[in-house]
């Protein structure tokens, strides 16, 4: 398109655009200035200044449009991220300038809201600094605000903030919950500086093994950053005594009666102190991802001092489950002992209720059939003295019949015919 109409800037920006995404900053740059100048093409000149920290580059470039004109919140929310930029990046000398330039940065991010109050950078400038002052109920609700008007990669830098406000106000379940949100948002499924914040807010839970796992995801990813080497054993170390009770802090908690935890704990010591030990003779190579070669050095030295107690404990523990399953198996066996009388018993029992049983129903049986028996031989003397008692009535019946029988006769004989 450039070939065909060189002066069609729009296509120069989105070149521009593409170089940047690259990280071929100078190249980005380069297409931006042949882009032309108006205040859009400025504000993108003066963001990649921002981004490399060339603070006076980018403030003159944000200052360009101010002077055009006073009505661009970007520019002064541009010129206000300026000054936070220089805040937080000051070397320790300079910070006798802190408070001025904090000053400075609220007052623009102020100015750059108050001609667009939907600039929500603006906002979330302000959130920022108030977070930096300790401030942070105030820019808590700041920033809960505008993430229910976020969108995309802001939603993500805004869930961030929140976690690092619940951070700070030691509401650590809280923070969890914001790191865990914005890695599921993210498309940067493997932002180590992410994970770090999310294993640093199990770590102040006390909840070692979840912040192991994140760490070993995260050195899984990027194995020579040696930061997550530093905090996996500092992890290893906290976790070794916790579960031994080796430091004051855990003076409440009770030792393990697990000889496999304690183990595990014992070991864990000794595989913080090997890395403390190879940390502590490295040079500092990564300013992004730091650790303390001297810190190292001391939680070296203190894995060493507390490994003979964890050793005397681990083997207290180990004694402690070896006599509980000797006793264990002992009471084990008395139970198992106790059954099997009471099973012999039971069983007895059973046989002898199985024995009366059959005899009951055996004596039963032979008295239903004398029973029958006697019901027979009655029913049968019944029947034949009651056929004896038919016969005689038959015989009187017929004795009877006869005696009419002559009384008809007799009488026939002394009857006269009647005369005519």
């Not at 000149?45 to 449009?65: S, T, V």
């Not at 609220?106 to 603006?122: E, G, K, L, M, R």
């Amino acid at each position: 398109i450039l070939q065909i109409s060189p002066k069609y800037f729009e296509a120069r920006i989105r070149l521009g655009c593409i170089e940047q995404s690259k990280g071929k900053y100078a190249d980005a740059l380069h297409q931006f200035k042949e882009s032309g100048s108006n205040s859009d093409i400025t504000c993108m000149i003066g963001n990649l200044y921002l981004r490399h920290q060339k603070w006076q580059a980018a403030q003159k470039e944000f200052e360009k449009i101010i002077e055009t004109t006073k009505e661009d919140s970007y520019a002064f929310c541009g010129l206000a991220n300026v000054y936070y930029g220089c805040a937080i990046k000051a070397p320790a000398k300079e910070n006798n300038k802190l408070p001025k330039l904090y000053k400075q940065a609220f007052s623009q991010y102020v100015h750059a809201i108050t001609i667009d109050p939907s600039n929500i950078y603006a906002a979330i400038g302000i959130g920022a600094i108030l977070a930096e002052k300790s401030y942070l109920s105030q820019a808590r609700e700041l920033f809960s605000r505008a993430l229910t008007v976020a969108k995309g990669k802001l939603s993500i830098d805004i869930t961030i903030n929140l976690g690092h406000i619940d951070f700070a106000m030691q509401q650590y379940s809280k923070a969890v919950l914001s790191y865990e949100t914005a890695l599921k948002k993210t498309t940067n499924k493997n932002d180590i500086e992410l994970m770090l914040f999310l294993a640093n807010a199990y770590f102040h839970l006390d909840q070692f093994n979840e912040c192991r796992k994140v760490l070993a995801k995260a050195i899984h990813l990027s194995p020579a950053t040696m930061a997550l080497w530093y905090n996996f054993s500092l992890c290893n170390l906290e976790a070794a005594c916790k579960v031994l009770v080796l430091k004051q802090k855990y003076q409440f908690f009770k030792v393990t009666n697990s000889a496999t935890a304690a183990q595990s704990a014992y070991e864990s010591l000794h595989f913080a102190m090997s890395l403390f030990s190879y940390l502590a003779r490295l040079q500092q190579l990564d300013p992004k991802f730091y650790f303390s070669v001297t810190q190292a050095a001391k939680h070296a030295k203190t894995c060493k001092n507390l490994i003979k107690d964890a050793k005397k404990k681990y083997t207290d523990v180990k004694k402690k489950e070896t006599k509980a399953k000797k006793r264990l198996e002992l009471e084990r066996n008395k139970l198992k002992l106790k059954k099997e009388q009471i099973e012999k018993k039971v069983k007895k029992q059973l046989d002898t209720d199985a024995k009366k049983k059959r005899e009951l129903e055996l004596k039963a049986k032979e008295d239903n059939e004398r029973f029958q028996e006697q019901l027979k031989g009655i029913l049968e003397t019944e029947k034949t003295e009651k056929k004896g008692r038919r016969t005689n009535k038959n015989e009187v019946k017929k004795e009877e019949k006869d005696n009419e029988d002559e009384d008809q006769d007799f009488q026939s004989e002394n009857v006269k015919p009647e005369k005519r």
